[in-house]
């Protein structure tokens, strides 16, 4: 008969093998923490040796979308001096003090060119309209007062008349704080896609009653729209148009304002 073999039981204390399993872990991971102990020591002296060394250092800034400047203007431009290291430049504060003084640029970015050049993206904002104070300014969409002022209209550019002088004053990047203005704008832009003006131009709205927008058409029919319900009156203004009797030439106004549209003749 064959007598069953009594498997050892081992008495070794818990925290003994605990410890041999931490050791193996330790062992077999040695390699690991070596190669990343390597790998932080070499990339740290590249970063000393790039915030050190003159390779990094900035020789030019080219601007693009802003025409032909030397190198004195783009440094001026843009703030920056000769010398500093690439590296360590902030990106963000360049945006920030480019868009601050240029308050014209709707759009800036700045990046980086190693090992020593900085390129710098401008996108201009376009005219939408142009306001008229004491003289004529140009507006975007945004209604952000742009460079320069005329005491003639602008060419190509609708006018807004009767529009809240800004608070500030007016200098270039300055926002006009009007509800109407913006609503000339978007009136605008719809009479625009429309197309019911076919071959005239819209020249002028005047916002300065509230309780009418005077919309100017070749610069003698006004349209009054009153101050609502202006897609309404549009369509209304369209038929009126196709149906006209009498020559549009001889039309001084028509009025949208009644249930009946009110036509002028000179």
Same mark, same amino acid.
């Given at each position: 008969?064959?007598?069953?073999?009594?498997?050892?039981?081992?008495?070794?204390?818990?925290?003994?093998?605990?410890?041999?399993?931490?050791?193996?872990?330790?062992?077999?991971?040695?390699?690991?923490?070596?190669?990343?102990?390597?790998? *932080?020591? =070499?990339? *740290?002296?590249?970063?000393?040796?790039?915030?050190?060394?003159?390779?990094?250092?900035? /020789?030019?800034?080219?601007?693009?979308?802003? !025409?032909?400047?030397?190198?004195?203007?783009?440094?001026?431009?843009?703030?920056?001096?000769?010398?500093?290291?690439?590296?360590?430049?902030?990106?963000?504060?360049?945006?920030?003090?480019?868009?601050?003084?240029?308050?014209?640029?709707?759009?800036?970015?700045?990046?980086? $060119?190693?090992?020593?050049?900085?390129?710098? =993206?401008?996108?201009?904002?376009?005219?939408?309209?142009?306001?008229?104070?004491?003289?004529?300014?140009?507006?975007?969409?945004?209604?952000?007062?742009?460079? !320069?002022?005329?005491?003639?209209?602008?060419?190509?550019?609708?006018?807004?008349? !009767?529009?809240?002088?800004?608070?500030?004053?007016?200098? $270039? +990047?300055?926002?006009?704080?009007?509800?109407?203005?913006?609503?000339?704008?978007?009136?605008?832009?719809?009479?625009?896609?429309? +197309?019911?003006?076919?071959?005239?131009?819209?020249?002028?709205?005047?916002? !300065?009653?509230? /309780?009418?927008?005077?919309?100017?058409?070749?610069?003698?029919?006004?349209?009054?729209?009153?101050?609502?319900?202006?897609?309404?009156?549009?369509?209304?203004?369209?038929?009126?148009?196709?149906?006209?009797?009498?020559?549009?030439?001889?039309?001084?106004?028509?009025?949208?304002?009644?249930?009946?549209?009110?036509?002028?003749?000179?």
């Amino acid at each position: 008969m064959v007598k069953p073999v009594k498997r050892k039981v081992s008495h070794a204390p818990l925290s003994l093998k605990f410890s041999e399993v931490i050791r193996n872990i330790l062992l077999r991971s040695l390699p690991y923490t070596l190669s990343l102990t390597m790998l *932080g020591i =070499f990339f *740290g002296a590249v970063g000393a040796l790039a915030v050190n060394s003159p390779i990094f250092e900035l /020789k030019s800034v080219k601007i693009l979308n802003m !025409g032909t400047l030397t190198s004195e203007q783009a440094f001026k431009f843009s703030e920056l001096q000769p010398g500093e290291n690439l590296i360590h430049l902030d990106l963000v504060n360049v945006q920030q003090v480019i868009k601050r003084n240029h308050p014209e640029f709707k759009e800036v970015r700045v990046r980086r $060119v190693l090992p020593n050049r900085v390129e710098i =993206f401008l996108k201009r904002r376009t005219p939408a309209a142009q306001v008229f104070f004491s003289s004529y300014v140009q507006i975007d969409k945004d209604l952000v007062l742009l460079p !320069g002022s005329s005491q003639t209209p602008f060419r190509n550019l609708m006018v807004i008349k !009767g529009a809240e002088r800004p608070r500030s004053g007016l200098y $270039v +990047g300055a926002t006009l704080n009007d509800s109407d203005a913006q609503k000339a704008l978007w009136l605008m832009e719809i009479i625009k896609r429309s +197309g019911i003006l076919k071959k005239r131009t819209l020249t002028q709205i005047d916002i !300065g009653d509230p /309780k009418n927008f005077s919309l100017i058409v070749d610069g003698n029919i006004e349209i009054k729209m009153g101050n609502n319900h202006f897609i309404e009156r549009i369509k209304i203004l369209d038929q009126t148009l196709k149906t006209l009797n009498v020559d549009v030439a001889k039309v001084r106004y028509i009025d949208l304002r009644f249930d009946d549209v009110v036509i002028g003749t000179r």
